[in-house]
């Protein structure tokens, strides 16, 4: 198993100081493309990258503009600069676009099934038809007060979504913890539903429990963070494990637009983490 890290001033401090820090690739951007093809630059002076290029304008499955789910020039020269060993994208799908379903965001319908699993299928063979490389599909987290569809984080969903369109699967751990969080139901258990058969990286960062409920904050790792992961680890090996804290504002804007100062590129938080999950798998 490789260690990748979420790239970030705090991280290139510490390979400047620490050549030899136990991680193998950079995992980049950490803010929107193309502002953020810097970060590849700087990156690839260090490590290997890892290209994530989940959003809109480059790769968002389920975009209401067709033009906006897969940016095929973007990612091809992306790709070229990085040679990743897969291309990563969110299995997600907002409220807006879907907007003749919104009544049913909250809830298990046949209508948005039907709907979201087509287009994302559509989706899906168009940019397998056009790379060589394989996909992976991310789980993406559910807030019971979000602008996300609900059909998304189910479990079988994605399960049935990475068996139809052939995709291994990442499991964002923090994801994950608030999905189960806001779907009432225990996390051990929703991990198990989950196409972890299929896994080929796992996503970790820390969580955070807002008055409106669990989020992912991405900031430093709870104990709980890591005995999922090895909860996970004692049965299925992946690819890579990546440690997405840093590269982010040392704030929290919630969804009324509160703004809440929390750390997130402290050096020594993320040097602990390098190796201590590095211990895990070696």
Known sequence: MKIAVNFSEALLDLLNQEPELPIDYIKAPTMSLPGSLIQFRKGILHRKLLPHLAQPGVLSLNHLDPNQRFNQDLITEIICHTNPPYLSTHLEAKAE???????????????VETEVSVRTLETLQLIKSKLSLPIVLE????YAWGIHYRIVSEP??????????????????AHARCSAWHLHVNIVDYL???????????????????????????????EEDYELLSFVLEQY????????????????V????????????????LR???????QMIH
């Open 237 to 252: 090996e992946p690819e890579i494990i990546t440690l997405e804290y840093g590269g982010m504002a040392n704030e929290i």
């Open 97 to 111: 676009y879907f907007p003749e379903l919104i009544q049913y965001q909250h809830m298990p319908h046949p209508l």
């Open 156 to 173: 079988d969903f994605i399960s049935w979504v990475c068996q139809n369109s052939d995709c291994d699967f990442l499991l964002d751990i």
């Open 192 to 222: 198990k539903q989950l196409p972890l058969n299929r896994l080929r990286e796992i996503h970790l960062a820390g969580t955070w429990l807002r008055p409106e409920g669990l989020v992912d904050a991405h900031t430093v790792l709870e």
């Open 139 to 142: 789980n993406f987290p559910y």
């Open 272 to 278: 602990t983490m390098i190796y201590r999950v590095s």
């Open 254 to 269: 919630d969804h009324k637009g509160k703004r809440y100062p929390i750390d997130r590129n402290n050096p020594e938080e």
